[in-house]
């Protein structure tokens, strides 16, 4: 049966509201609400731009394959979680995606929405997931999330099999090994067409070496949801950090199934009081027929007006060899309101 939606929200958000109704200090019971809001003004232009209609002046939260509000940063998260033992808890996270135009449209609307058990031999959760390829050194580019991001503009992969989206009706499970993180996850597509009825599945290892964090992560989604054969992806890579400077980069083989090519994205970024200045490239080599190789090239600044707020500016170039040019410069302001355990 497949996982409706609806239903896991209220699993989540139903057992709690007995809970706040009584407003008591109660140790067994978590309850807090997470609110993300980014606001930026850009201007487009380039070649590719113009051919779409699309450059000019934009208010947007993100940006991503040649349109505003892609990839964002925007959500409201609202978690759960009670203690059924010592050492075993039920958790749960309801989210939903907001930008600058309000609540998400379509199935853009829902983020993570997830029911589960944790212990202290891992997580094990079920619901509309991340895959741990998405996961696996998401925010190693200080610029994700922004008009400037590298994600979905060529410096890396997109869509939900990349960087960015959601998966339905996934299960996974989660732990922490000494050093060695594992995230592992499967999804089955029911509706499927298909008399093979493949999951898809994903996972990643991340492990630090002194001051190097490394990581590697494959996902396999060929067939799933009636999709096409060789829809794989493998990244690898390690990022450095040592006082103010931190140095990171992956590389990422994709299948015909998806870009079909390879994507590779270096980046540096020095912090500076309650500055941080960010660079970054990316290229993306085409092994299709189309043989429209790009490059990403990004710099920027962050200031830090608060320790939940922050503001920057940046420019970003995207080139293809057939495709032609985007080009973006903007400012931009970031918020996040944890209310922390309301049951408190």
Known sequence: MKINNALLAATLVLPTLPALSQATD???NNFSILLRLQAELVHVDGSAAEARDADGWYLTDGWAGGNKNRMNFGALFIDGEHRLSDGLRAVG???LNINTEGLAEGSAQQRELYVGLASDYGQLVAGRLETPYKQAALGWDPLNGTAFQARGNIGRSGGAFGHASYINNGLEYSHQFGPVSLRAMAALDEDSETTSERPLWSASL??????????????DASEFDDGPDKRTGTKFGARYSEGPWTIAGHYEIRGEGLEDGDFMFLTTAYRWQDWSFTASHGRFSDDSINDDDGRYSAVAARYHLARNVTAH???RRLTRDTGGTENIAGIGIRAIFNTGNLLR
């Open 313 to 315: 500016a940046g420019l």
């Open 206 to 219: 991340a492990m630090p070496v002194g001051p190097v964090e490394l990581i590697v992560s494959h996902i």
């Open 93 to 95: 996270r309801f989210g």
């Open 26 to 28: 109660n140790p067994e």
